[in-house]
């Protein structure tokens, strides 16, 4: 049975594909889940990929991340990169590697996107390549 890798996403990702285009890319959520779940059956990994506007379901899904003895998660927080104390404590809580995914590069953004509570918890970050950033987390996860 493959390994699972959890893709958890935060606020608005829901809205890829209509949200802000010429930063985000035209692809949406969907079109990267197939990405990934082709991708990952190609590494004999299984992706199980989730997106939630709501901080504590995030928090939930890192905790059950490790219950279920995931191989890793990918995660895209969103704005709460840069504010979530409690996602950031939920990464340290845990056992499981967290790679911090952006389509964008936040460091070429507002001020406020340059600091990252995930990024300071989490094994690695993968920025700004659009929806193949989540292809190169994946890809970095069997090297795990």
């Not at 059950?64 to 969103?78: D, P, S």
Request: hydrophobic share 45%; glycine share 8%.
């Amino acid at each position: 049975m493959p390994e699972t890798v959890f893709v958890l996403n935060g606020p608005n990702l829901n809205l890829l594909g209509t949200r802000e285009p010429e930063i985000y890319g035209s692809a949406t959520l969907d079109d990267i889940a197939g990405i990934l779940e082709d991708r990952a059956r190609e590494l004999h990994l299984e992706v199980d990929v989730r997106q939630s506007n709501h901080e504590g379901h995030l928090v939930d899904w890192l905790h059950e991340a490790q219950a279920i003895g995931a191989r890793a998660v990918l995660l895209n927080a969103g704005a709460y990169t840069h504010t979530s104390v409690a996602i950031h404590d939920a990464i340290k809580a845990i056992r499981t590697p967290v790679i911090e995914v952006h389509l964008s590069n936040p460091h070429t953004r507002e001020e406020f996107r340059h600091q990252s509570y995930v990024g300071m918890a989490a094994k690695g970050t993968v920025a700004g390549f659009g929806a193949a950033s989540y292809l190169v987390a994946l890809e970095a996860v069997i090297r795990l």
